[in-house]
């Protein structure tokens, strides 16, 4: 077909082929700005009347509003192929003029008639494609940064453009183009800052490459040195990328207290939302009182971007604010859909299901962890697809559906403890004690849950536990192991006050936990013959473990009302539905 085109191509008249392949290399289409451009590159006048012949051949065609169309794709294709790269370079040459009061299209035009390297035109586009990825397109900020890779003429400008396209692609989706890009870097060409930003890189597109928290001391010191040259936008980034690692790394405090000093030295406005999100995660103890005020400020905002979005539903989730986080959650992977970011929102929806799972939400869970598992399969992101699929497992749990939670606990387990991420088994013994709970085991489920509070074990994380702490108390409660416990009020106070208590808080927004708590206060009146007082409690339980997919959970519930003297069927099932 090509060959087709550009066979009727080559009988047009020269003036109406000369526009035509304007056209095929501009990247509008107003026919205006392709007269205007096609007669520069002639060195004289190209008009309407030079169109026509295109238009009778069905080759092109002009709009109501003056644009010029071309009837196939291909024909573009072909234009390209049969032009020169002497003649491209001219034509983008009379573009760059015609358009030059746009500067982002005019770069573009001039970097398609260069010749060889320009480091001041590189420049350039490295700044259009920064504005672009401040504005989330992404694909275009991509091919911005690989045409200054092209034209670098400094060796470690062109190293950091390198690394700027890899984040990009993999935003994209495409880690096979990422890789390439990483692997195109030459280290010693690098400034120290770029060598830690290639060394992080290189541990993100594998999973074979964990240091753990060896490093991030001297990932902070670069941090700061960057702070120190001016590079405020790339300190940030800096302390955006190390955030989320520190949330799964169990830092010392020490280690914490260096990036909490580094982070408080970076001038930027209080409201800047990178800063706020990477504080968050860095310290979700020490700042998160004012972190979660901060977040709390900017939920009423609509000029965020999907990324931003993101940063602060990772923040409000590590803080414990799971509602919140939710929030800003839905509304990131709404726009990351539009922007066609598959990569980016493997991710997104990898911490969604994460959320979910801690709410209780087994419905959203294993949707959310689903999709993310195979988007982070597609894209080649295997320590992304490893996660969804431990957040698939914890969903399995809470269904009930024991078998399959068993299996992505023990994939988990043997990817994620020879390769040294220690920390991350917290979400394999989460996945073992809420499927043990779930299948009636409490005394297997409070053994499991237990490791992720103990400090001496490999399993133990500082922030997960507060988010399992309800798990333990239900488990702690059922096996006799009440006396490990003094947090967990309602359910190990065992009186009525303490119930009630728990109950008139606002708990709306815990669903789960509510009805937990309704259970366990139907059945302790049931067993004290309160049996008219129960029903209600245990009816409503029952109904929120059924909406939220909590299924082992309504069957207890469930049960508890059969011991009352009142049966409930159990709904029908969605797939059967």
Not at 53 to 68: G, I, K, M, S
Not at 463 to 469: A, G, T, V
């Amino acid at each position: 077909m090509e060959r087709t085109f550009a066979a009727l191509v080559a009988e047009l008249p020269p003036a109406t082929r000369s526009l035509l392949l304007v056209a095929a290399l501009d990247d509008g289409d107003g026919l205006d700005e392709i007269l205007a451009a096609a007669s520069r590159h002639e060195g004289g006048p190209v008009t309407v009347e030079d169109v026509e012949p295109a238009v009778v051949t069905r080759l092109a065609w002009v709009d109501d509003t003056y644009r010029l169309r071309f009837r196939h794709p291909l024909l573009r294709s072909a234009l390209y192929q049969s032009a020169g790269a002497a003649q491209r370079r001219r034509v983008h040459a009379a573009l760059a003029e015609v358009v030059a009061a746009d500067p982002d299209r005019r770069v573009w035009h001039r970097a398609g008639a260069a010749s060889g390297p320009d480091e001041a035109l590189a420049t350039e586009l490295t700044e259009t494609a920064m504005r672009a990825g401040h504005r989330q397109a992404a694909s275009v900020a991509l091919a911005a940064f690989q045409q200054a890779v092209q034209l670098s003429g400094d060796p470690a400008e062109r190293g950091r453009r390198l690394l700027a396209a890899a984040d990009v692609a993999a935003e994209l989706g495409d880690i096979e183009a990422a890789r390439r890009l990483v692997g195109d870097v030459v280290d010693e060409q690098l400034r120290p800052a770029d060598r830690a930003w290639l060394s992080y890189l290189r541990e993100q597109f594998s999973l074979t490459g964990w240091s753990g928290t060896s490093r991030l001391l001297v990932y902070a010191e670069l941090i700061d040195a960057l702070r120190r040259d001016g590079d405020l936008r790339r300190a940030v980034d800096g302390l955006v990328a190390m955030s989320l690692r520190f949330f799964w790394s169990n830092p010392p405090q020490s280690t914490i207290q260096a990036y909490l000093t580094v982070a408080d030295a970076i001038d930027v406005p209080k409201d800047d939302v990178r800063m706020i999100a990477a504080v968050g995660l860095i310290a979700p103890v020490e700042r998160g009182v004012v972190t979660l005020e901060r977040m709390a400020q900017l939920r009423t905002r609509f000029d965020l971007a999907p990324a931003e979005l993101q940063l602060l539903g990772l923040s409000a989730s590590g803080t414990g604010a799971l509602t919140l986080s939710a929030e800003f959650y839905a509304s990131a992977a709404a726009g990351v859909r539009a922007q066609g970011r598959v990569g980016v929102l493997a991710q997104l929806l990898t911490s969604q299901a994460f959320n979910a799972a801690c709410l209780g939400d087994a419905r959203l869970a294993l949707s959310a962890a689903v999709e993310a598992a195979d988007l982070a399969t597609e894209t080649g992101q295997p320590a992304w697809a490893l996660t969804a699929r431990l957040m698939l497992g914890h969903a399995q749990a809470l269904a009930g559906d024991g078998a399959a939670a068993t299996e992505a606990a023990d994939l988990g387990e043997s990817i994620l403890l020879p390769s040294g991420r220690l920390p991350m088994l917290a979400l394999v013994q989460a996945i073992r004690g809420v499927e043990a709970l779930a299948g009636g085991r409490p005394a297997d489920a409070y053994r499991h849950l237990h490791r992720i509070f103990d400090p001496d074990d490999v399993a133990y994380h500082p922030y997960l536990r507060f988010m399992m702490s309800g798990h333990l108390a239900e488990a702690a409660f059922w096996c006799g192991e009440e006396d490990a416990l003094r947090y967990a009020g309602a359910v190990l106070a065992n009186d009525a006050p303490a119930f009630e208590a728990a109950l008139a808080a606002d708990l709306s927004a815990w669903s789960f936990e509510r009805a937990r708590l309704e259970r366990a206060y139907g059945a302790w009146l049931r067993r004290r013959r309160r049996v008219a007082e129960s029903r209600p409690l245990l009816r409503s339980a029952a109904a929120t473990f059924d909406a939220l997919g909590a299924v082992p959970w309504a069957d207890r519930a469930r049960a508890e009302l059969r011991a009352s003297g009142e049966s409930l069927r159990r709904p029908p099932t969605r797939p059967a539905r």
